[in-house]
């Protein structure tokens, strides 16, 4: 009896779990970002994939890997809803990726691209709040003082290639059109 007490159990806890984990986040964290944002922002992700953070989770020895000492500022999305979990279950969000910065990226894939003011409302533009969860001194033990005019700047190339890169976009899709009247709309305000 009490066998099938804790098989029941067991089993309603891992019903619980599917439960909250596919229902409850409505805009979870994609991860594999070089490829998924990279298919649109192709300056951006080469920039990135140039930046140390890039590669920051493979700095970390295999049980550093398992250390929830270093794992939150050495991955993405940690502690967020749909974010990572863990190495087995979320290996995509090993890393400083694109989505650790500008939150979670599923909804603004599902914005038809033509929509451009609805793109650009689904993913933040990130400020210094969010640089900080990470480049703090607690826990760091490899902490430099962190000067975010500093720091933005140094990731400038990356933004700087966002131009070229709109004008690309709104050709590919075919929108110059919408382009604009974007932007009539902005000259007549
Ligand atoms: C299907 C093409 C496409 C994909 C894939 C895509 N984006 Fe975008 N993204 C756009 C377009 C179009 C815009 C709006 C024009 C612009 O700002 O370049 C945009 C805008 C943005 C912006 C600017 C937001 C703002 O407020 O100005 C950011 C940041 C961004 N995308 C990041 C990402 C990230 C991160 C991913 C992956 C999770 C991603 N994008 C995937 C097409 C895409
Ligand atoms: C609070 C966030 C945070 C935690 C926790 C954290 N790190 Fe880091 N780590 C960073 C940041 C940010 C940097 C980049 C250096 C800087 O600007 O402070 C970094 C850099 C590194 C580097 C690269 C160093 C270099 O000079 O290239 C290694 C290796 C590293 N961390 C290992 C670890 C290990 C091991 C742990 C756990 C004991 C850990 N980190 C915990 C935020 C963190
Ligand atoms: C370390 C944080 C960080 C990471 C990682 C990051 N970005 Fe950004 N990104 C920023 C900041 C900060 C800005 C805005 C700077 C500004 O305009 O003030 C920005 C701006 C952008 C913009 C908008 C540019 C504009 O001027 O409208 C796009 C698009 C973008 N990033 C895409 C990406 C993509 C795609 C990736 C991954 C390949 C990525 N970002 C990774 C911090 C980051
Ligand atoms: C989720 C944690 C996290 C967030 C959020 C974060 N960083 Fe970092 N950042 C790191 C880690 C870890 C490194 C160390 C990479 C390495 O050396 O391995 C780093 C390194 C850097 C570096 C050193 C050079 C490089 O290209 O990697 C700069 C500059 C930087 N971050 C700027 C920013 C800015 C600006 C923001 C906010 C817009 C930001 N970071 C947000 C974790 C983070």
Same mark, same amino acid.
């Given at each position: 009896?009490?066998r *099938?007490?804790l098989l029941?159990?067991? +089993?309603?806890?891992?019903?619980l779990?599917f439960?909250l ?6 805009? &979870? *964290?994609?991860g594999?970002n070089a490829k998924?944002?990279?298919?649109? !922002?192709k300056?951006?992700?080469?920039a990135w #994939?140039e930046?140390?953070?890039?590669s920051s989770?493979d700095?970390?020895?295999?049980e ?5 000492n270093c +794992?939150?500022? !050495?991955?993405t999305? *940690?502690?967020q &809803?749909?974010?990572? +979990?863990? /190495?087995?279950?979320?290996p #995509?969000?090993t890393?400083i990726?694109c989505?650790?910065?500008h939150? &979670?990226g ?6 038809? +691209?033509?929509?451009?003011?609805a793109?650009k409302a689904?993913?933040a533009? &990130?400020?210094?709040?969010n640089?900080? #969860?990470? !480049?703090?001194?607690e826990?760091n033990?490899n /902490?430099?003082e /962190? ?6 700047t140094g990731l400038?190339? !990356? /933004?700087?290639a ?6 690309e976009?709104a ?5 110059t ?13």
């Amino acid at each position: 009896m009490a066998r *099938y007490g804790l098989l029941s159990a067991a +089993i309603l806890v891992m019903l619980l779990c599917f439960i909250l984990s596919a229902d409850d986040v409505e805009n &979870p *964290y994609l991860g594999d970002n070089a490829k998924k944002c990279g298919m649109c !922002h192709k300056d951006q992700a080469a920039a990135w #994939q140039e930046w140390p953070m890039a590669s920051s989770w493979d700095k970390l020895s295999a049980e550093e890997q398992q250390d929830e000492n270093c +794992i939150p500022c !050495h991955v993405t999305g *940690y502690g967020q &809803p749909g974010g990572w +979990i863990s /190495f087995e279950e979320t290996p #995509q969000l090993t890393g400083i990726q694109c989505e650790a910065c500008h939150g &979670p990226g599923t909804l603004h894939m599902k914005v038809p +691209i033509k929509d451009v003011e609805a793109k650009k409302a689904s993913l933040a533009i &990130p400020d210094e709040a969010n640089c900080l #969860q990470c !480049h703090i001194e607690e826990g760091n033990p490899n /902490f430099k003082e /962190f000067k975010y005019d500093e720091a933005v700047t140094g990731l400038s190339d !990356h /933004f700087k290639a966002e131009e070229a890169e709109e004008a690309e976009v709104a050709e590919d899709a075919g929108a110059t059109e919408d382009a604009g009247e974007a932007e009539e709309t902005e000259d007549a305000a």
